[in-house]
């Protein structure tokens, strides 16, 4: 079984410990949720841990390989996309994981896209929470009204 097929595998199952040596040390996560990537292995996999928890009835339904250039450098790898079905707080989403992977097969740099925007929406309230509750992240500071 490739990396391809045990990510999908530990992502289908819910086993974050399998993810564990399927990441580069410098795996870069791009979210549809924040700007700046998350990065390394121990962040991407804490955020891992959020999404596993947080998506119902997550389930991958098709497949597309090929190679793409990486956000990072810009290097082309070798590159898959895996389309995918779940729901966040009763939000159907759409989505699809651009991974790319390195010359060892580990993956490298991992893109996550979704939609529509209200499960956008929805998923970056469930991530945010489950962040600031694992300690991951601070806690949003509320806007404040001005009178």
Same mark, same amino acid.
């Given at each position: ?18 993810? @564990? ?5 410098? $795996?870069?996560? /791009? ?22 928890r947080t998506f119902e009835d997550f389930r991958y339904v098709g497949r597309y390989d090929g190679s793409a250039e990486t956000s990072a ?27 790319? /992977?390195? @010359?060892d097969g580990r993956i490298k740099e991992f893109t996550v896209m979704v ?12 991530? $945010? ?19």
């Amino acid at each position: 079984m490739n990396a391809a097929d045990r990510f999908r595998a530990a992502v289908e199952s819910r086993d974050l410990g399998a993810l @564990e040596d399927l990441f580069t040390p410098d $795996v870069r996560l /791009y979210s549809p949720v924040k700007f700046t990537p998350f990065e390394g292995r121990p962040m991407v996999l804490g955020l891992f841990g959020v999404l596993l928890r947080t998506f119902e009835d997550f389930r991958y339904v098709g497949r597309y390989d090929g190679s793409a250039e990486t956000s990072a450098d810009g290097s082309v790898a070798p590159s898959e996309i895996l389309l995918f079905r779940a729901t966040v707080n009763g939000k159907a989403i759409h989505g699809i994981d651009l991974v790319h /992977y390195a @010359e060892d097969g580990r993956i490298k740099e991992f893109t996550v896209m979704v939609r529509p925007q209200s499960a956008v929406h929805a998923l970056g309230e469930a991530v $945010v929470a489950g962040l600031v509750a694992d300690g991951l992240a601070p806690a949003p500071v509320p806007a404040t009204s001005t009178p």
